[in-house]
């Protein structure tokens, strides 16, 4: 078998598949939150020295800069672009123990860089967040986050380990361990071929492995999605395509990219939120988003499973499973898929989700916004039927699970603790 190395991260113009929104692998949804955040200017965070700006820093530049370059090694003064993004040259200094080495993504949070540590030795992922009040305040909210789980994943094995942050020329600056390329990235480079079963079991495992701990530490991730799971490693093999057996070894099509390792780990946690009773604004990205969130019934615990439910249907079908942009589609498309919503979930809904249900069941195929719209419904295939067709062994549990982590009735879905013990993840399917 070829083995090869996957170095590039992202090429967007890559992307064949038709998406209804952009899929960006360090996006953050934006949120205000509460929490108060001060300038830590000129202080030691971290080891690493912060540079924020102030009104002293035009006052004195020339004894600042000697020729353009900073006395203490670090680059000229830049303005932020329109949008407040941090900008940069290619081998730059980012404080005297980091140099630039790439651009590794850019979303609505900010941008990674891959830099090289002085220090450790090593390269990394810094995120430098746009220097806008409310995505400071949200940075501030995910180191927190960041410092809790770490302080508890002693061995570091369920999310991104959280390296050192310091602050920046008002930038917010989130220095993680570097890992390799998002289930999503991967997925697309791969032209959406399908992961093995067995990867999806383990992917799956390990996933809900870190919902239960963050679950147990009452934290919600909320924005949970193939973007925010990273792999651990880059590398993978080439494997024969059998499914695509017609085309000829000569085509380089009839290859397919597998993991050499199933190891992950969970990015981005600047919508996490601890567990309240008043939870009933919107959270999660549009396709891994639960039904409960959508009907305005209050969110907690729950949503974060369904997320996961959604993920290990696109890891098994090489497709989101609710690919679309609108409410009522996206509840229509939950029916297809599911089988009708509850009544008592449609009894209960909030003002701005009445006008989706009509005489007591979803107001479809009669309020839909177009003929394309109800096309686009009646393809979707019935869960099993969806899975069968992807899925050689273990298809059967496969399916069984997948319906207790997407059931309608958030008290009755699974719990990711329940989810575990579930037979798909015995040693008997491993085996297999």
């Not at 891959?114 to 810094?126: F, G, L, N």
């Not at 190891?263 to 919508?271: L, Q, R, T």
């Not at 988003?289 to 615990?301: F, K, M, Q, T």
Request: contains cysteine; hydrophobic residues 35%; aromatic residues 10%.
């Amino acid at each position: 078998m070829e083995t090869e190395r996957v170095t590039e991260f992202p090429m967007t113009h890559l992307d064949r598949r038709p998406r209804k929104r952009p899929r960006l692998g360090w996006d953050v949804a934006p949120q205000t939150p509460k929490a108060q955040i001060g300038i830590f200017c000129g202080q030691e965070i971290g080891n690493v020295s912060s540079f924020a700006p102030s009104a002293a820093l035009s006052e004195h530049s020339s004894s600042l800069f000697s020729k353009g370059v900073a006395r203490n090694g670090s680059p000229p003064w830049r303005e932020d672009d329109k949008d407040g993004h941090y900008m940069f040259e290619l081998g730059d200094d980012l404080t005297s123990r980091y140099k630039v080495h790439s651009k590794m993504g850019e979303g609505t949070f900010g941008r990674v860089l891959e830099c090289w540590d002085r220090e450790r030795k090593e390269m990394v992922a810094i995120k430098i967040v746009r220097g806008i009040k409310k995505y400071r305040e949200a940075a501030m909210i995910e180191i927190d986050v960041l410092q809790q789980l770490g302080k508890h994943d002693k061995g570091g094995n369920r999310c991104v380990q959280l390296r050192n942050w310091f602050d920046y020329r008002n930038h917010i600056c989130i220095v993680f361990e570097k890992l390799g390329p998002s289930l999503y990235d991967f997925l697309r480079k791969n032209n959406y071929r399908t992961f093995p079963i067995d990867h999806v079991r383990e992917i799956g495992r390990q996933l809900l492995e870190c919902v239960a701990f963050m679950h147990d530490l009452h934290l919600i991730h909320t924005d949970l999605k193939p973007e925010n799971v990273l792999l651990v490693s880059p590398d993978y093999v080439k494997v024969p395509d059998y499914k695509g057996s017609s085309r000829s070894p000569k085509d380089s099509s009839y290859y397919k990219r597998v993991p050499k390792s199933s190891a992950i780990k969970v990015i981005d946690f600047g919508s996490t939120t601890y567990e309240r009773a008043d939870q009933n604004y919107i959270v999660s990205t549009r396709h891994y988003r639960a039904p409960e969130v959508i009907l305005g019934l209050g969110w907690s615990y729950p949503c974060d499973v369904w997320s996961v439910g959604c993920i290990l249907v696109e890891l098994c079908s090489g497709e989101a499973l609710f690919q679309t942009h609108e409410n009522l589609e996206h509840l229509a498309m939950m029916e297809r898929v599911l089988g009708p919503l509850p009544q008592h979930m449609l009894k209960r809904l909030d003002r701005h989700a009445e006008k989706y249900v009509r005489r007591g069941r979803l107001d479809w195929p009669e309020g839909a916004a177009s003929r394309e719209s109800v096309r686009a419904v009646s393809k979707l295939l019935r869960l099993q039927n969806l899975v069968m067709q992807h899925v050689d062994h273990s298809g059967g549990d496969f399916i069984h699970l997948l319906q207790g982590l997407l059931r309608y009735d958030p008290l009755e879905r699974l719990t990711a603790r329940e989810a575990l013990r579930h037979p798909f993840f015995s040693r008997d399917n491993l085996r297999r």
